[in-house]
Antibody
Framework: DVQLAESGGGLVKPGGSLRLSCAASGFTFRNHAMSWVRQAPGKGLERVSSISGSGTNTYYGDSVKGRLTISRDNSKNTLYLLMNSLTTEDTAVYFC??????????????WGQGTMVTVSS | SYVVTQSPSLSVAPGQTATITCGENNIGSKSVHWYQQKPGQAPVLVIY???DRPSGIPERFSGSNSGNTATLTISRVGAGDEADYYCQVWDGSSDRVVFGGGTKLTVL
């Protein structure tokens, strides 16, 4: 069975940094694009960033460009999101999501349970 | 940038049909995907590429997409279908993923 397990969330002060991880199992990780999708409390879904199966292509939402960096280690079946210069607007549950194809990350067929990031002083 | 519009809420009696729409100019030229999200849970893909169902999703869920409107139809609605439903497209011209604002389905 496909499993995605996020970790690394927590409470961080404005301007701080955090690194999220997503451990994947149950499928051939390198064959699938992966993404981070967030959901602020009581709000809708927002794709934050995506990366192709090989890691060659990366994609970012306008609200996070220059502050967040997505990466993956296909030898460890793990997806990462490095988050810098965090603001209160980044407070959300961050979901790791698997795509059907290597690239583009056009549809998400499986989601992890999410990790909460709270940015507050 | 590309924006897709959903009605915020819909109420349906048990056993009836729920029709949830996602609108944007010429959305029929793009592929639309639909997700169901219950409170406190991760989203679940229920329809992809306009009208395909992932394994495990009941046949009661179907989709269509033409012109300026994509539609998710849930027939014989039950209490277990109460959830938020999001449409999503991939805008290939900008390499962006766009989600609709979500529709809250209430089963009366």
């Amino acid at each position: 069975d496909v499993q995605l397990a996020e970790s690394g969330g927590g409470l961080v002060k404005p301007g701080g940094s955090l690194r999220l991880s997503c451990a994947a199992s149950g499928f051939t990780f390198r064959n699938h694009a992966m993404s981070w999708v967030r959901q602020a409390p009581g709000k809708g879904l927002e794709r934050v960033s995506s990366i192709s199966g090989s890691g060659t292509n990366t994609y970012y939402g306008d609200s996070v460009k220059g502050r967040l960096t997505i990466s993956r280690d296909n030898s460890k079946n793990t997806l990462y999101l490095l988050m810098n210069s965090l603001t209160t607007e980044d407070t959300a549950v961050y979901f790791c999501a698997k795509s059907l194809h290597h690239d583009p990350p056009d549809v998400f067929d499986f989601w992890g349970q999410g990790t909460m990031v709270t940015v507050s002083s | 940038s590309y924006v897709v519009t959903q009605s915020p809420s819909l109420s349906v009696a048990p056993g009836q049909t729920a029709t949830i729409t996602c609108g944007e100019n010429n959305i029929g030229s793009k592929s639309v995907h639909w997700y169901q999200q219950k409170p406190g849970q991760a989203p679940v893909l229920v329809i992809y590429y306009d009208n395909d169902r992932p394994s495990g999703i009941p046949e009661r869920f179907s989709g269509s997409n033409s012109g300026n409107t994509a539609t998710l139809t849930i027939s014989r609605v039950g209490a277990g279908d109460e959830a938020d439903y999001y449409c999503q497209v991939w805008d290939g011209s900008s390499d962006r993923v766009v989600f609709g604002g979500g529709t809250k389905l209430t089963v009366l």
